[in-house]
């Protein structure tokens, strides 16, 4: 109990802050009709549990290091104009980036769903290749804020919440609702995610929409080229 009031706080912001809990609000309150305050006091118990459960997973979680960057890799950054504690923030982020998008692989290809918002948006080929991408141009970092600050960590949050949801044994009309805002989202933000890899790669033009269907295209024809990530160096 004391924890749980220690915590309290957190779990406040957690769940207002949270895609998920959120939605879960909204389906309630105007969707269900069940009133605000159950809806509040339901929606902040999911989000007591989900933040257990992102603690419980991080404290389960072993700690991975990241290697010391090679004299041949030092030396390229090097060559970049980056000094010492630019090239351990960058090493860092992409790092942190690296886990995302292969946590995010695994759960687009863990259910029947999520695999085909992943197919009918490229997006593991998309977010792998724009990876590549940054890691050879690593000075352009700060235009790829929202890619590595938003987008791609939120995605990566929506389907863990959307597979412990998925999973759940027992599952009512709300939970299917909940699914189905939360694939929508999921969705959205997967075309984000292409809007942010044409924007790096082509800077500004007119058509956004043509660009993202011709980079869509152009990595589907890199025959696996950027299908892997787990061994580059950084």
């Known amino acids: 109990m004391n924890t749980f009031l220690k915590n309290l706080g957190d779990i406040f912001r957690y769940t207002f802050t949270s895609v998920t ?7 309630l309150m105007f969707i269900l009709n069940i009133g605000f305050w159950w809806s509040l006091i339901i929606s902040v118990v999911i989000g007591a549990f989900f933040f257990y459960k992102q603690n419980d997973n991080k404290n389960n979680t072993p700690h991975q290091k990241l290697r010391k960057v090679s004299s ?13 504690e630019e090239i351990h923030f960058f090493r860092e982020t992409m790092y942190t980036a690296k886990l995302q998008i292969l946590t995010l692989e695994k759960n687009m290809n863990a259910v029947s769903k999520l695999k085909a918002i992943e197919q009918r948006n490229n997006t593991i080929h998309l977010v792998k290749s724009l990876f590549k991408e940054i890691t050879a141009e690593p000075r352009r970092l700060h235009e790829v804020d929202k890619f ?3 987008h791609l960590p939120s995605l990566t949050d929506l389907t863990n919440k959307y597979l412990e949801i998925s999973q759940h044994e027992v599952k009512n009309k709300s939970t299917f609702t909940v699914l189905d805002q939360s694939a929508t989202t999921i969705d959205e933000m997967c075309r984000l995610i292409a809007v942010d890899y044409v924007a790096f790669k082509s800077g500004d033009f007119d058509d956004m929409s043509l660009e993202v269907e011709l980079a869509k295209k152009a990595i589907e024809r890199d025959n696996g080229e950027t299908n892997t990530i787990e061994d580059d160096e950084l």
């Open 148 to 150: 590595l600050y938003v």
């Open 21 to 27: 809990t959120v939605l879960i609000f909204l389906v």
């Open 72 to 84: 041949e890799k030092e030396a390229f950054y090097k060559a970049n104009g980056m000094d010492k």
